[in-house]
């Protein structure tokens, strides 16, 4: 099984993390091989064993694993004692404070954010497409940080997984101007062929602005475009699987 760890993430002794590739489970095409996703048309009994595969190689219970059923919102949930596997709650954030209790974000070109406060042991994950960066999804985690935990934004690290990158990301005239409205010109390149959008660029204004520091914020280099036979990507197949960021304190 092929998977990524952050470099700002991996010197923490205490927590398991990964960001998921397409390598390593027992799903069939359009959805191979490690396809996390019940949503997106695969069988359910290879999600499920893609599911236990992951567990067992991260070395946690995969009915622990907490999931979203991922709306495009800017909703944050505080994991509570009665959430499990089977029922997802429809939110694009989850934040917990408890050990052993895997929290799971699951993407095809949208970014998946992993943060750690290690002073007050927090950990967070983030769905963080076009939309939700749009609603900043970013500063409503951070504001749970701030306001459930007390963490302050210097002690937080924040790690983006492989997405959809500037270089695929063109955007009709639509979505432009709303951006625009926005005050975010600076993530809109023009090209010939039309506009491309920087979700990257948004994010890392986000996180600034709400006083992350620019050492403990990092992104992974590779577009999930670009590389469709490493990551499933929307844009390139429409039809696929997904992969994941996950994070668990020990
Ligand atoms: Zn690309």
């Known amino acids: 099984m092929k998977i990524y760890q952050s470099n700002l993430l991996k010197n923490f002794k205490n927590i398991t993390h990964a960001f998921t590739t397409k390598d390593g489970g027992v799903s069939k095409a359009p959805y191979a091989t ?5 949503h997106v048309g695969d069988t359910s009994s290879d999600v499920e ?4 595969l992951l567990a067992q190689h991260l070395k946690y219970e995969k009915n622990s694993l907490i999931h979203m059923k991922q709306i495009h919102s800017s909703h944050v949930h505080k ?7 089977e029922s997802p709650h429809k939110c694009d954030a ?3 404070d408890k050990k052993e209790t895997p929290l799971m974000v699951m993407v ?3 970014a998946p954010i992993l943060f750690y406060d290690p002073i007050n042991r927090v950990i967070a994950v983030a769905h963080a497409g076009r939309e939700g960066v749009f609603q900043n999804i970013v500063k409503k985690v ?3 940080f701030f306001e459930e935990y007390n963490s302050k934004a210097k002690n937080i690290y924040v790690s983006v997984g492989a997405n959809i990158k500037v270089c695929c990301y063109e955007v009709g005239y639509e979505i432009v101007e709303q951006a625009k409205k926005l005050g975010m010109e600076y993530a809109l390149k023009k ?5 491309f959008l920087d979700i990257n660029a948004i994010v890392k204004k986000q996180l600034l602005k709400e006083g992350v520091t620019h050492e403990h914020i990092e992104f992974a280099d590779e577009c999930t475009c670009c590389k469709r036979e490493t990551y ?9 699987g997904r992969f994941c960021g996950v994070i668990m304190l020990q």
């Open 142 to 144: 951070l504001d749970m």
């Open 191 to 195: 090209q010939k062929s039309g506009f």
């Open 79 to 85: 994991v509570l004692d009665t959430d499990n596997f």
């Open 108 to 110: 095809a070109d949208c």
């Open 232 to 240: 499933f990507s929307y844009r390139a197949d429409g039809t696929t």
């Open 34 to 38: 490690l396809n996390l996703a019940f």
């Open 49 to 52: 064993h893609n599911h236990q």
């Open 94 to 96: 989850l934040i917990t």
